[in-house]
């Protein structure tokens, strides 16, 4: 293991922009490329977000990410001690959401599976959700040669 | 997160969004663009989203929502200069056929049925 990092905050929204940001930092020596930096940050904007929205939807509780980086492959879990998911197989439907009421679009599963390499969830009812996600970056120097 | 519309002639409004957009982003800014839809004779919403650096599944709900609110009054969305991440978003949602590259010239002529060429 090369590097590990913990960040644990309140479920606030204004949390969000917080995870992406030490996620981003956490690989930034890695030299990813804009695209891959910004998939990044996009699961792990979907999944914060799903924490506060869904895990606590409103309710006092603590979001940790954990964040573990093996060579070029980041590993992140986001774990929250929410409500869970009733109906993980529906979750992972396209379009499909609990809040439409909210505007949620119901994509958050489909883009997080889409932009990593191994995406995994597992959820207890009344005790939380955890979701990991694995990534593996090109170098750009590598590239170039 | 900071939001720009400017008003064109003939019921176009083009919208800038700079910054990141997120849940917590939409919340401020739903209001403020819903407002410019529901009032007067809006037709053709432009999203130009060249300056924006990041967008999740919040951004695809807020255009949705905003084209459900077109819908009433037979509008149309044209998503200007998304990065290639957002596009992939878009087109995971369903959305590619709104997409378009290139300055707000040309995406208000396309609004305005002006296709030259």
């Known amino acids: 293991m090369d590097n590990e990092m913990i960040l644990s905050f309140l479920a606030k929204s204004e949390n969000e922009s917080l995870a992406r940001l030490a996620v981003t930092s956490f690989i930034a020596h890695l030299d990813p490329t804009i695209e891959e930096l910004a998939e990044c940050k996009t699961i792990v904007s979907e999944a914060v977000s799903n924490a506060i929205i869904h895990g606590y939807d409103g309710a006092y509780g603590m979001v940790t990410v954990h964040a573990i980086l093996d060579g070029e492959v980041l590993s992140v879990s986001i774990k929250d001690e929410g409500r869970g998911i009733p109906d993980i197989e529906s979750a992972r439907e ?52 | 997160m900071k939001c720009k519309i400017t008003m064109y002639p003939n019921e176009v409004a083009i919208i800038k969004l700079y910054g990141e957009l997120d849940h917590h982003e939409v919340e401020k800014v739903r209001s403020q663009i819903s407002s410019t839809i529901l009032q007067g004779d809006l037709k ?19 255009i949705l929502g905003r084209m459900r609110e077109l819908h009433a009054v037979s509008g149309r969305t044209i998503i200007l200069n998304p990065s290639p991440t957002m596009e992939k978003i878009f087109r995971f949602s369903g959305l590619a056929a709104y997409m378009m590259h290139g300055g707000e010239e040309i995406a208000i002529s396309q609004a305005r049925g002006i296709v030259n060429g």
């Open chain 2, 44 to 62: 053709t919403l432009i999203w130009n989203l060249e300056y924006l650096q990041f967008m999740d599944s919040a951004g695809v709900g807020l």
């Open chain 1, 94 to 145: 396209p379009l499909f959401t609990t809040k439409g009421h909210l505007e949620r679009s119901g994509m958050g599963f489909t883009i997080m599976e889409s932009f990593s390499d191994e995406f995994t969830i597992e959820s207890h009812i009344g005790h939380g959700t955890t979701i990991t996600f694995t990534k593996k970056f090109s170098p750009i120097q590598a590239i170039a040669m």
